[in-house]
């Protein structure tokens, strides 16, 4: 079952920067970036289940600057993770309207790239061992050709809102 809004999801709150891409699109005729962490957290709500989820940057790194960072927004279990809970601050992206290889993204939503754009960019520039981990939480064994594979899945959408 993809993560549904009401779930609570369970975010690493130490990364590095292997898992950290830059995502580039167009918005009103001009380009834009982005930075965004990339983490495979566990979906407490549905069996600790594998989801793919990418955090904008600033959202995520330092002690927390804005109220939409991760420690204002996602108190710390015991074990140290955010629980982030989804609901209309978090976006997603699916393959489907079944909601297949469902990810979520927590950003400021005022930012409009194509789902296609998150899959693409941390597929093609992040390291094997996160890619790898990455590629399971969406249901592939193996690396090769995951890129493409998967993105082609995501190509036109912009992202939904919980």
Request: proline share 2%.
């Amino acid at each position: 079952m993809p993560v549904q809004n009401g779930n609570v999801l369970l975010i690493p709150s130490n990364v590095d920067n292997s898992s950290r891409v830059t995502v580039k699109w167009q918005q009103m005729f001009s380009d834009k970036s982005a930075d965004y962490y990339t983490v495979v957290a566990k979906n407490k709500s549905q069996g600790n289940a594998d989801v793919v989820v990418f955090v904008a940057a600033e959202w995520y790194e330092g002690a927390g600057g804005t109220s939409q960072h991760l420690i204002h927004v996602a108190p710390k279990d015991v074990e140290g993770f955010y629980q982030l809970t989804v609901d209309d601050k978090c976006q997603y992206g699916q393959k489907n309207k079944e909601g297949d290889m469902r990810f979520v993204v927590y950003h400021d939503k005022g930012r409009k790239p194509y789902q296609h754009r998150f899959v693409e960019t941390s597929l093609g520039s992040l390291g094997a061992g996160v890619i790898t981990k990455i590629a399971g939480a969406f249901g592939y064994g193996g690396k090769a050709d995951i890129a493409k594979n998967v993105a082609s899945c995501f190509v036109g959408d912009y992202l939904h809102t919980f």
